[in-house]
């Protein structure tokens, strides 16, 4: 096992620093992988990309080379670049992967976040290397991992990414703000549902969108995300081994994931023994 999963940002829409947020966080999405070549990919560059540069920056001297994928272009899944330190190092390399919104090319779209009427330092002026490259569906090779995307039911265009290692380490999947309800109107197939599981079976670990509780996902139905016991039944019709309870709702505090962790692990129990359930945590390593 040579590959390293590590959540630096693991709360949904808005981070909720605090006591009250202390064990599973309250940076917005951020996930790492790192491999025995040294390569770096993360997944999405909420407010957890501040804390891994910054955990970059402390390692030994050598050059940064990231890649970086983004699911989508809200602001909780890009807020953290501007504070990636790495990109204010020359010599430096970071490429960021995403689809453009709208019509509008996602290099626009990363230069309006940090429009001097906005932010006081321009993309422009940041000292690394940066390339910005548009994606959709898609099959990539980053490094030693192959990498498959899959366009989920969120607004706006939304990618899921299955990254598979090559030297046989186990796969994972990061399929965040995705609507698995019948809420919402979205520009994906008749089939897509079908092609989802397609796209997952026999993933090792799943890291899903789990953040509103059933009693209310009536209430947010269109807003493009899922109830844990709705991603527990993607995981076991996809036959995943492990589901990784992701982007956190910014009201629940410790002690509700604490408890919504134990009721999907009892609704697991049930619709599908093998599956084991945790809830992403920052700082939360996982070999693969």
Known sequence: MTYTLTFWGTRGSIPTPGPHTARYGGNTPCVSITGPDNGLVILDAGSGLRPLGH???????????????????????????????????????????????EGVPLA???RQQMDPMVFPIPLTALAASLTITEIGQATL????????????????????????????????AYVTDNELGSGGTY????????QLVRFLEGTDTLIHDAMYADTIIAARAGWGHSTPRQAVDLAAEARCRRLML?????????????????????????????????????GLRLAL
Request: with cysteine; aromatic share 8%.
């Open 55 to 101: 955990a970059l920056m402390t390692q030994p001297r050598r050059r940064v080379r990231a890649d970086i994928l983004l699911s989508h272009t809200h602001w909780d899944h890009i807020q953290g670049i501007p504070f990636f330190k790495p990109l204010s190092v020359p010599g430096n390399a970071v490429c960021i992967f995403g689809a453009a919104q």
């Open 108 to 110: 626009d779209i990363l």
């Open 141 to 172: 090779a980053i490094d030693s991992l192959d990498v498959r995307t899959f366009r989920l039911r969120h607004p706006g265009t939304t990618l899921g990414f299955r990254l598979t290692p090559r030297d046989g380490s186990r796969d994972v």
């Open 187 to 194: 520009d994906v197939p008749a089939d897509w549902r079908a």
């Open 246 to 282: 992701f982007h956190h709702e910014p009201e629940h505090n410790d002690d509700a994931l604490d408890a919504l962790v134990m009721e999907t692990r009892a609704y697991a129990s049930r619709v599908a023994p093998g599956l084991a359930v945790e809830a992403a945590m920052e």
